[in-house]
């Protein structure tokens, strides 16, 4: 006799980023010199006030449970910072405290994703999104981000892709493969849009939102007061306060929705760490500074890899303008991108993930992530150039 999960499990897909981390580490473990531009986390230490909040925490015996939706000092934290960010008032009754960004999306999807439905979601994008729409029996349409638009959405392409059957459209900007962030003038004109379909929810991907560069612009879907009633927006502390191994997130939810959130959160991870709480209310609530000087740093590093993606032979690149990854076309390479990836990390030392990995339009590009110190990019790029100087297509 064998064991076998139900079949839904068949078609749940994971984040491929995940395994090439672990083959670039276990490369290195072979002693090869592996510079890795796959994983997508800042490589800033967690600031020490956020440290120091939680050993004060674990000091002052906050060892047990807590609420499930999170302590009421940081969901009120989180309401005042999100007012601070973008001028929405938020109830802390609204705010639930999550291990991690996946989860929001987790419980979104569960609650709208079953046969017959119809869930929008971007592409190239996050690909847990596609994995969990898919394990939930939806069917899984996507919102094609072209490098055309620089990477941004199409509002009219998007809101064409709506049927009756459409439950749920999620949007990601800034945008996790790309860097793109959709302007406001195709925001204004995507909540315009949707505001002709009122049985339709929203997920909001905003998990860098405080990550933009040369005074782009993060706008905000709670700008929109007639979408709040059905806007699920996701954020949270690991790209902004690097603190990507707290597992540390949050989402805000409608009231129609909050109970149904709530007991999800019962069903499946009771509450997140109390001390781990009390570090995101510090992160919060402490000193600013060292946000923008890791913006900054960022912005430097873009600045490098795109001048120099634009040197090497067969690729180009356009500007990101948010999050940390460049996500180049390297079509004129003669490549195929997973192959590419896959020798660019085998033979040159180099990790990178290949465009397919985010879906059926990422075919022809590349993603480096950019969260890496100056002299490791730079001698990535040379070993990158050297590869495709003197390597054919396989």
């Known amino acids: 006799m064998s064991l076998h999960p139900i079949a839904a499990f068949d078609r749940i897909g994971e984040e491929n980023a995940f395994a090439v981390l672990?083959?670039?580490?276990?490369?290195?473990?072979?002693?090869?010199?592996?510079?890795?531009?796959?994983?997508?986390?800042?490589?800033?230490?967690?600031?020490?006030h956020v440290v120091e909040a939680a050993i004060k925490a674990l000091r002052d015996g906050h060892h047990g449970y807590t609420p499930a939706p999170g302590i009421a000092p940081l969901r009120e934290g989180v309401a005042a910072d999100v007012h601070r960010r973008t001028g929405a008032s938020i109830s802390p009754d609204q705010v639930l405290i999550v291990p991690g960004g996946k989860v929001t999306m987790y419980m979104a999807i569960l609650m709208f994703?079953?046969?017959?439905?119809?869930?929008?979601?971007?592409?190239?994008?996050f690909p847990i999104y596609r994995s969990m729409i898919e394990f939930t029996g939806a069917n899984p349409v996507p919102i094609p981000i072209r490098e055309e638009n620089g990477f941004a959405f199409s509002a009219d392409e998007t809101?064409?892709?709506?049927?009756?059957?459409?439950?749920?459209i999620i949007i990601n900007s800034p945008a996790n493969p790309t860097g793109g962030v959709s302007?406001?003038?195709?925001?204004?004109?995507?909540?315009?849009?949707?505001?002709?379909?009122?049985?339709?929810?929203?997920?909001?991907?905003?998990?860098?939102?405080?990550?933009?560069?040369?005074?782009?612009?993060?706008v905000s879907l709670l700008s929109y007061p007639a979408l709040r009633e059905r806007l699920i927006l996701l954020d949270g502390w690991s790209k902004t306060y690097a603190m990507t191994g707290w597992r540390l997130g949050f989402s805000l939810w409608p009231k129609p929705l909050l109970e149904?959130?709530?007991?999800?959160?019962?069903?499946?991870?009771?509450?997140?760490?109390?001390?781990?709480?009390?570090a995101g209310l510090a992160a919060l609530t402490g000193p600013q500074a060292c946000v923008s000087e890791m913006v900054a740093?960022?912005?430097?590093?873009?600045?490098?890899?795109i001048d120099g993606l634009n040197k090497l032979p067969g690729?180009?690149?356009i500007e990101p303008y948010g999050a940390f990854y460049a996500f180049p076309n390297i079509k004129a390479t003669g490549w195929q991108a997973k192959p590419l990836a896959r020798a660019l990390l085998e033979e040159a030392g180099v990790a990178t993930i290949g465009g397919p990995d985010f879906g059926i339009h990422g075919e022809g590009y590349l993603r480096l992530s950019y969260a890496n110190s100056q002299d490791n990019i730079t001698q990535a790029l040379t070993r990158m150039g050297e590869f495709l100087s003197a390597r054919k297509v396989a």
């Open 183 to 218: 302007p406001k003038a195709e925001i204004d004109k995507l909540a315009a849009g949707l505001e002709r379909y009122p049985d339709i929810a929203i997920l909001s991907d905003e998990i860098y939102g405080q990550m933009t560069y040369d005074g782009r612009e993060h």
């Open 260 to 278: 149904a959130a709530r007991k999800l959160a019962v069903n499946s991870y009771s509450c997140v760490n109390a001390p781990t709480q009390w």
């Open 22 to 48: 672990a083959r670039a580490t276990e490369l290195a473990a072979q002693g090869r010199d592996i510079i890795n531009l796959g994983i997508g986390q800042p490589d800033f230490s967690t600031p020490d």
């Open 315 to 317: 690729v180009s690149a």
């Open 297 to 305: 740093e960022f912005a430097k590093r873009r600045r490098l890899i």
């Open 159 to 168: 809101l064409s892709l709506i049927t009756p059957r459409t439950r749920l």
């Open 113 to 125: 994703g079953e046969p017959g439905v119809d869930i929008l979601y971007p592409d190239p994008g």
